[in-house]
């Protein structure tokens, strides 16, 4: 299974970016896929940014700091996870990964815990907010 993100870039305070997440492998639908950034200079932070459930639950988790500025979608028939930033902050700067458990089908949990489940870390990519 790979989870490789992309559509990451550099924007100005303000800005927007459509993160993707491309999938491949089984029986991705059936659980809560989330993204993770790691700041430079810092490890990779625990909590995700965002996570998603399943399809059919209709389910979401946002991190306080993210809530109302980003929003996370799938499409299970292209293997797609996306993650709509808007009104990005400099804060924002980060590589951004997205990654699933296998284990969680409730997002908050994914985004809370699922951290250390995460067997595989796919390729990242960067966002830099600046002016």
């Known amino acids: 299974v790979q989870l490789q993100a992309s559509g990451g870039g550099s924007v100005q305070p303000g800005g927007s970016l459509r993160l993707s997440c491309a999938a491949s492998?089984?029986?991705?639908?059936?659980?809560?896929i989330g993204w993770f950034r790691q700041v430079s200079g810092n490890e990779r932070e625990r909590e995700a940014v965002s996570c998603i459930g399943p399809n059919h639950d209709g389910t979401y988790y946002y991190a306080d700091f993210v809530k109302g500025r980003f929003t996370i979608s799938r499409d299970d028939a292209k293997k797609m996870v996306y993650l709509e930033m808007n009104s990005l902050e400099a804060e924002d700067t980060a590589v951004y990964y997205c990654?699933?458990?296998?284990?969680?089908?409730?997002?908050?949990?994914?985004?809370?815990?699922?951290?250390?489940?995460?067997?595989?870390w796919g390729r990242g990519t960067q966002v830099t907010v600046s002016s």
């Open positions: 492998g089984s029986n991705l639908e059936y659980f809560a």
């Open positions: 990654a699933t458990d296998f284990t969680s089908h409730a997002p908050g949990r994914l985004c809370s815990f699922g951290y250390y489940g995460v067997r595989y």
